[in-house]
Each structure stands twice: as structure tokens, then as C-alpha cells.
């Protein structure tokens, strides 16, 4: 009997300094604000309204959410994830494309080069988290593009080094981890990146049921996250912003333009393919490359760079090749090499990349906290315009470069 009572008043302990840790935690979640950004890859727009998805729905709801949110071009994962967290256009952040090179140095960026995209010198913009970790801020990241660099100043507080097919239980464990942390070890900012979606639909399209699978599966990768705040006694203090870089329109091998046969010219330097084709000629036949690829102009158009229109925001930036070829939706440009791998059954699922202002091209935008209006709804927001929103919950000055804008944001907070 004696031996019983005292396992459990040792059992009663551990609960009564377990909730006292929780209302010590909520005191002090009180003071400093937290922010939570969460991307899950390739999540278009329309997804959350197949019906597979009550934790997202029920973010959107209850808290604020946007009919779509509009990537920046081209409609890829390095340069828009880097456009949500400086607020600037790829023209200006310096990420033009998941693949591009320093056309005097040749240098290349790819996002598959640990060594490239861990350097510093791609990087022209402030992350969020910079701007947070100047103000006192302490910040942490699973896997967000561009959180690696090797600068530490220039990288968030916390951060993993990417590798691929980390298991999402992993991810959140950590994330449960960094918010139950002392509080003057505790980050105030953390970002989260979720791949899945991503990898299914360029597979399988994004209308085939492998993608509703997925897209049910990262719904409830959500539930555990919102189950893992409120587990640290954070569930009413927890600025919760989840959202994607861009969508997914379908592929086929029957839309496939073979642009090394147009160009037909061995000077050439065919510097990306896909959605869009960079092309750098010889100045003494730039124009007759440039001619040829207008006279062929079919699902596609082709410009040379200092007359891609300015609604794409993509001119001013040295790496941009003289010429630009831009596919139609659902369209690919290709080498020889890349025409052989879709023939192959590689590429003819789902891409992205495309013309930015397509609505297959468009991501989403819910949120919850403290810091939003409720039962809040409203029409397609703009990605760049997410680091003045973080700064503003924040009470931080943002940068004055950035090509983002509160005002076209800020009223979602209350």
C-alpha cells in the first residue's frame, strides 16, 4: 500500500510539473510573437477543395485564407521559395531558375549541388530570417530552400542540412523539439518544407489518384503539426502560415518541342530546358538564332531578354541569357537529350515552370493565430508580399529593396 501511494503521488508529480511547464510556456508565449511558415511543395491552388484535406480546410475556415497565391516567374521551387522569404523577384534575389550558371565564370547553380546551393554569392536578398535574427530574433528551419548557406550570419539559427526522403516524423519531432526549448534558446521564427506533393504529381500528373493519395497523406502531416504546438502549450500564441511555392499542370511526350533541332546551331549554349528554354548565342549569330526560333514560333514564344515582358520580372538579372523561350502551358522545351528521356517515359507527368500568371501555376495561402482575422477569406495574394506580412507580425522594419508590399497583404492581420 505504502510502496503504491508513493508511485503515485511520483506519478501525480510528473503530471503537475508536466501542466505547470505548459502554463509557464503559454506566460511566456505571451510576450514575443511566433511565426510557423510552412511550404508543402507544388500544392496548387485548387487542391484544398477536392475534399481530402479537413485539417487544411479547417485552417481555412476558421483563420484567413486566399483563392490561390501567385508564384513569381518561372514557377519553380528554388526561386520562389526564395521570393516568399526576401520578398523579391527571382530578377532581384539572384535564384533565376532551379538551374542556371554565371554566364562569364561559368559557375553553375543547381539545386541538386550541396556545394552550390550552401554559396553565399547566388544569395542577393535578405532571408526573413536575417532580418529576424538583427532584431533578436532566434529563428530555425527544416529544409526550406537556401537556409543552408555556409555564412552563418546568413542562415538561420537552427537549421538541417537537406537529404532527401526524410521522413516526416522526423521533421516534426524536431519542430515539437525547437518550440519546447528554453526560452531564451527558443525560436520565434521556424520554417518547414514538405516535399511529397512535389514528387508525386511530376510522376503521376496532378490528377491521378496517386496525387489525391498525397495530398490526403501531407493533410495529415498538418494534423500532427498543429497537434505538436498545442502539445507545447503553444496552440493560442502559434502564428500558423502554411502555403506552396507554385502548382502543377500535366505533360506528355505528344507536347514536347525539340529546340536543339530548331536552333540547329553547335555555337549555341542551350543553358535550361523545360518550361523555359535559356539560349546563349555567339553575338555574330544571335539574330539569326533569334529569327529562326521566330519563324518556328509554335507553343511557344521566344524573346531576347530586354523584351521579356515586364509583367515577368525577368530581365534585369546578368544571368539571363540574350534569348528567352518561353513554353506554353503544358508544353516542354528540350534537347536532343531531354527529348530521348521523355520518349522514355521520364518528364511525362506533371512540370511547373510555366507562364507565372496561369492558374495551374498557382499556389495556395491559409493561416491562423493570434496575429489573423478570422473566417477571413479573400482572392489571389502575391508570394513576395509574405516577408513584409512575417515583418509586420514581427513589429520589424523589412528591407527597402524588396519588390513585396504590405498593403497588398496586411489586411488579413487583425
Excluded at 507544388?42 to 486566399?66: C, H, M, Q
Excluded at 546551393?117 to 530552400?145: C, H, M, Q
Excluded at 507565372?356 to 499556389?363: A, Y
Amino acid at each position: 500500500m505504502t510502496l503504491f501511494f508513493i508511485l503515485n503521488k511520483s506519478y501525480n508529480m510528473k503530471k503537475l510539473l508536466f501542466a505547470f511547464f505548459i502554463i509557464i510556456n503559454s506566460l511566456f508565449a505571451q510576450g514575443k510573437p511566433y511565426a510557423v511558415l510552412v511550404s508543402i511543395d507544388a500544392f496548387r491552388w485548387d487542391y484544398i477543395n477536392r475534399g481530402l484535406t479537413p485539417s487544411l480546410s479547417e485552417i481555412k475556415n476558421d483563420g484567413v485564407s486566399a483563392i490561390s497565391l501567385q508564384s513569381v516567374f518561372p514557377s519553380k521551387t528554388f526561386p520562389n521559395h526564395q521570393s516568399i522569404i526576401t520578398g523579391m523577384y527571382a530578377q532581384n534575389h539572384g535564384i533565376i531558375s532551379n538551374d542556371f550558371e554565371n554566364l562569364i565564370t561559368h559557375d553553375r547553380y543547381r539545386m541538386s549541388d550541396t556545394n552550390a546551393v550552401r554559396d553565399g554569392k547566388w544569395y542577393l536578398g535578405e532571408a526573413f530570417w536575417e532580418t529576424a535574427k538583427r532584431n533578436g530574433i532566434v529563428t530555425a528551419s527544416y529544409y526550406w530552400p537556401g537556409s543552408e548557406i555556409e555564412n552563418a550570419q546568413r542562415r538561420p539559427d537552427y537549421f538541417k542540412p537537406y537529404k532527401k526522403g526524410t521522413a516526416d516524423k522526423e521533421k516534426l519531432d524536431q519542430f515539437l523539439k525547437w518550440l519546447t526549448m528554453p526560452q531564451e534558446k527558443r525560436p520565434h521564427f521556424i520554417t518547414l518544407y514538405f516535399e511529397q506533393v512535389d514528387t508525386r504529381t511530376h510522376q503521376f500528373g496532378p490528377n491521378s489518384s496517386e496525387a489525391n493519395d498525397v495530398i490526403k497523406q501531407v493533410d495529415g502531416v498538418i494534423a500532427q503539426l498543429k497537434n505538436n504546438i498545442e502539445k507545447a502549450g503553444l496552440k493560442d500564441s502559434v502564428n500558423l502560415i502554411i502555403l506552396s511555392d507554385h502548382g502543377m499542370t500535366e505533360v506528355s511526350k505528344n507536347r514536347a518541342i525539340n529546340i536543339e533541332q530548331i536552333i540547329n546551331n553547335s555555337k549555341c549554349r542551350i543553358v535550361n530546358t523545360g518550361p523555359v528554354a535559356m539560349i546563349e548565342a555567339p553575338a555574330d549569330i544571335k539574330e539569326a538564332v533569334y529569327n529562326n526560333l521566330k519563324k518556328n514560333e509554335n507553343h511557344y514564344k521566344v524573346y531576347y531578354k530586354e523584351d521579356v515582358p515586364e509583367y515577368y520580372h525577368y530581365s534585369k538579372n546578368p544571368f539571363i541569357t540574350d534569348i528567352v523561350v518561353i513554353a506554353d502551358l503544358g508544353w516542354e522545351l528540350r534537347d536532343e537529350r531531354g527529348m530521348k528521356r521523355m520518349e522514355n517515359g521520364n518528364g511525362i507527368g506533371g512540370d511547373h515552370g510555366f507562364d507565372n500568371h496561369q492558374l495551374d501555376m498557382q499556389g495556395f495561402f491559409v493561416a491562423e493565430g493570434p496575429a489573423f482575422k478570422v473566417h477571413y477569406a479573400t482572392g489571389t495574394l502575391w508570394n513576395i508580399d509574405v516577408y513584409p506580412l512575417l515583418c509586420k507580425i514581427f513589429n520589424i522594419q523589412p528591407r527597402s529593396n524588396i519588390d513585396g508590399k504590405l498593403d497588398r497583404i496586411g489586411f488579413l492581420l487583425k
